[in-house]
């Protein structure tokens, strides 16, 4: 039974950060690549940072390189997305996921309930 939970997201002024969280609970497994997804109003959801489960591997969206980094830590089964330098085209429902590969090919196995960015300009 895969049940993810984020937290951490919140309402910021641009250029401010913030660390999104992402707990795997029950029986969500480690062995799995994480994601984390953002969907904006009208617009579709975009993986925006994949990481495999070892955690030697990463994917970023091109609008995000060098100011996200996602990391996980399998003892706690988390993984957490620390966002830097935040802009206001980074609004958007945040949604954690179990991932078959980390760059998002594949399919999604699970998702968590996501969580709200807003950023002011």
């Known amino acids: 039974q895969v049940s993810l939970v984020e937290s951490g997201g919140g309402m910021v002024q641009a250029g401010e950060s913030l660390r999104l969280s992402c707990v795997g609970t029950?029986?969500?497994?480690?062995?799995?690549?994480r994601g984390w997804f953002r969907q904006a109003p009208g617009k579709p959801r975009e993986l925006v940072a994949g990481?495999?489960?070892?955690?030697?591997?990463?994917y970023y969206i091109d609008s995000v390189k060098g100011r996200f980094t996602i990391s996980r830590d399998n003892a706690q089964n988390a993984v957490y997305l620390q966002m830097n330098s935040l802009k206001p085209e980074d609004t958007a429902i945040y949604y954690c996921?179990?991932?078959?590969?980390?760059?998002?090919?594949?399919?999604?196995?699970?998702w968590g309930q996501g969580t709200q960015v807003t950023v002011s300009s």
């Open positions: 996921a179990l991932l078959d590969y980390y760059d998002g090919s594949g399919s999604a196995r699970g």
């Open positions: 990481i495999s489960w070892r955690g030697g591997s990463t």
């Open positions: 029950g029986g969500t497994p480690t062995t799995y690549a």
